[in-house]
C-alpha cells in the first residue's frame, strides 16, 4: 500500500483565480492521478501525471485548465486554473500499485 | 469505453439489516475492487477479486466475483451505522492500475 497526503484539505477561492494542490506519497510510484469527484457521486479521471513528460488528460480535461507538475516519483501537484464555481468539486490524488489505486484524503474546493 | 454499473444507486437501512450492492459490466475484468468512502476522505480499499467465481469475505462483508469475471456483489450482513459510506468498484484491465474503470456508486446509510 501506499500512505499519500494532500494539501490544502480544503480551501474557499474566488473566481477567475487559480488554486495548486499537493500531493505527497511516502513511497516511490510510477504512476500517479488525478480525479474530480462531486459529494456522493463516483469518481471522474482527469488526468496520468507522468514523471519526466507531460500528464496525460482525459477527454474533456485540457493542460491549460489543469496544469500538472510530476517533478519526482513521490510528488505531484494539480493546478484549477482560471476558476468558476463549476470547479467547485473534491479533487483526489492516487496512486497506482499493481491493479490497485491508493487515494489521498482529497482537497474540497469551494469556487464563490 | 468499459462502464460499471451499481446498484442500488441509494440505499437507506436500519441497523441490522442484511444488504446486496451490485456492480455490473458487459466488460471482462483482470480484477475488480471494492473501496469503501466516509465523507471528508478519500475512498479505501476494501478488498480486491481476480478469480473468476472467487468469494472473499471481511469480517461482516462479502465479496463475489462473478464467474466470467465481469460482474461482482458486496453483502454486508448485520448492518452497522459504521458502514455507511459511499461504495465503489473498480475494475482493472490487462494488469494494470491505469485502465482502473470506476462504477457509479452506492450511497449506503444505515440507521441506528
Given amino acids: ?112 | 469505453t468499459q462502464l460499471l454499473e451499481q446498484s442500488p444507486q441509494f440505499l437507506s437501512i436500519q441497523e441490522g439489516e442484511n444488504l446486496t450492492v451490485y456492480c455490473n459490466s458487459s466488460s471482462v475484468f483482470s480484477s475488480l475492487q471494492w473501496y469503501r468512502q466516509e465523507p471528508g476522505e478519500g475512498p479505501v480499499l476494501l478488498v480486491t477479486v481476480v478469480t473468476g467465481g472467487e468469494v472473499k469475505k471481511l469480517k461482516r462483508l462479502t465479496f463475489q466475483f462473478g464467474d466470467a469475471r465481469k460482474d461482482s456483489s458486496l453483502h454486508i450482513t448485520a448492518a452497522q451505522p459504521g458502514d455507511t459510506g459511499l461504495y465503489l468498484c473498480a475494475g482493472a484491465v490487462s494488469g494494470s492500475a491505469r485502465q482502473l474503470t470506476f462504477g457509479s456508486g452506492t450511497q449506503l446509510t444505515v440507521l441506528p
Avoid at chain 1, 5 to 28: A, E, H
Avoid at chain 1, 43 to 51: E, G, R, S
Avoid at chain 1, 60 to 83: A, Q, W
Wanted: glycine share 8%.
Fill in chain 1, 1 to 112: 500500500s501506499a500512505v499519500i497526503s494532500q494539501k490544502p484539505s480544503r480551501d474557499i477561492c474566488q473566481r477567475g483565480t487559480s488554486l495548486t494542490i499537493q500531493c505527497q506519497v511516502d513511497s516511490q510510484v510510477t504512476m500517479m492521478f488525478w480525479y474530480r469527484q462531486q459529494p456522493g457521486q463516483s469518481l471522474t479521471l482527469i488526468a496520468t501525471a507522468n514523471q519526466g513528460s507531460e500528464a496525460t488528460y482525459e477527454s474533456g480535461f485540457v493542460i491549460d485548465k489543469f496544469p500538472i507538475s510530476r517533478p519526482n516519483l513521490t510528488f505531484s501537484t494539480l493546478t484549477v486554473s482560471n476558476m468558476s464555481p463549476e470547479d467547485s468539486s473534491i479533487y483526489l490524488c492516487s496512486v497506482g500499485v499493481g491493479e490497485t489505486q491508493y487515494f489521498g484524503p482529497g482537497t474540497r474546493l469551494l469556487v464563490l
